[in-house]
């Protein structure tokens, strides 16, 4: 069992940047493809981007650019640096992890975290 834990989330100005982490423990993690999703109020729960052990990384070309996703395997951890924030970033945000499955597919993440809230004032 995989229990992760988000940090870092909280209120900034628009065109701010932030950093996510997520802690993850009671599994192999280098075991895990660790992912990113946000859900905004009202919407369902969108994926932004993964990560591999080897560091290969994916994105969604909504965030591409802004966002950049990267993990320690040494300290189990998986990070989410976000700049040039805007209003439409607005969401809580989730740390998920896979061992199979398709890339960015939701239910293919086995692990999630309980989010951490990311609010961007215009």
């Known amino acids: 069992q995989v229990q992760l834990v988000e940090s870092g989330g909280r209120l900034v100005q628009a065109g701010d940047s932030l950093r996510l982490s997520c802690a993850a423990s009671?599994?192999?993690?280098?075991?895990?493809?660790m992912g990113w999703f946000r859900q905004a109020p009202g919407k369902e729960r969108e994926f932004l981007a993964e990560i591999y052990r080897s560091g290969a990384t994916f994105y969604v070309n909504g965030v591409k650019g802004r966002f950049t996703i990267s993990r320690d395997n040494g300290q189990n951890t998986v990070a989410l640096e976000m700049s040039d924030l805007r209003s439409e970033d607005t969401a809580v945000y989730y740390c998920?992890?896979?061992?199979?499955?398709?890339?960015?597919?939701?239910?293919?993440?086995?692990?999630w975290g309980q989010g951490t809230q990311v609010s961007v004032s215009s």
């Open positions: 009671g599994g192999t993690f280098t075991s895990y493809v």
């Open positions: 998920a992890a896979r061992r199979g499955g398709v890339i960015g597919r939701r239910d293919s993440y086995e692990y």
